[in-house]
């Protein structure tokens, strides 16, 4: 069955370091991917998207992510990670019937000062 | 700004009662979905709708059903509430077209005592 695995649970970073969170997605043909934030409280927000072309993505509030189909992976980057970016992350793929989203279980991000 | 509204932002409700979850989005999106949320478990699709009076089951969708008599309003229905449905609930909308990016709600926070 289609899958999208996001092995970290939780992650804590500093401020000002550089953040990477993972995601793998199990899909034969190109997948349609997503990331999205969830504030405390909040509904998500998109922050970006993969359909095809360029594999590296910029995305709001300065993320960006890669898409590399031989690793199956779709990893979300930020350089410099700012306090209220603490919030919890999820990747997503458009299912194989292409009607739906299929989610990551998420990744909650801390952020230390 | 897409607006997609959830009526009740917590709902505590008794085992055995019928609970009605409302949806209302401002956007004249096509498609509209309910997902539950819980830790650990991420987001799970209980059912979806691509239009007035249609709709299709989800992952997870025993024990819910649904009801779309109106393109802006879709309704997730629980037949008799059950300690297992305390869980975060999201509603999100979009246009059609494989990819279209999901707006989502600010949820609903079900308690089922």
């Known amino acids: 069955a289609q899958s999208v695995t996001q092995p970290d649970i939780h992650i804590t970073v500093s401020e000002g370091a550089s953040l990477e969170l993972r995601c793998n997605y199990s899909?034969?043909?190109?997948?349609?991917l997503f990331w999205y934030v969830q504030s405390p409280g909040q509904g998500l927000q998109l922050l970006l998207k993969y359909f095809s072309g360029d594999t590296l993505v910029q995305g709001i509030k300065g993320f960006e992510a890669e898409f590399k189909r031989s690793q199956s992976s779709f990893n979300l980057r930020k350089p410099s990670v700012h306090w209220s970016d603490a919030a919890e992350y999820f990747c997503a793929a458009v299912n194989q019937a292409g009607t739906a989203l299929i989610f990551g279980k998420g990744t909650t991000l801390s952020v230390s000062s | 700004d897409v607006k997609v509204t959830q009526s009740s932002r917590y709902l505590v409700k008794r085992t055995g009662e019928k609970v009605f979850l409302e949806c209302v989005q401002d956007m004249d999106h096509e498609n509209m979905f309910w997902y539950r949320q819980d830790p650990g478990l991420g987001l799970r699709l209980i059912y979806f709708s691509y239009d007035v009076k249609m709709k299709e089951k989800g992952d997870i969708p025993e024990g819910y059903s649904v009801s779309r008599e109106k393109k802006e309003r879709f309704s997730l229905i629980l037949e008799s509430a059950s300690t297992n449905q305390t869980s975060m609930y999201l509603c999100?909308?979009?246009?059609?077209?494989?990819?279209?990016?999901?707006?989502f709600g600010n949820g609903t926070r079900l308690t089922v005592t």
């Open positions: 899909y034969g043909a190109t997948p349609y």
């Open positions: 999100a909308s979009s246009f059609p077209g494989v990819g279209s990016p999901l707006h």
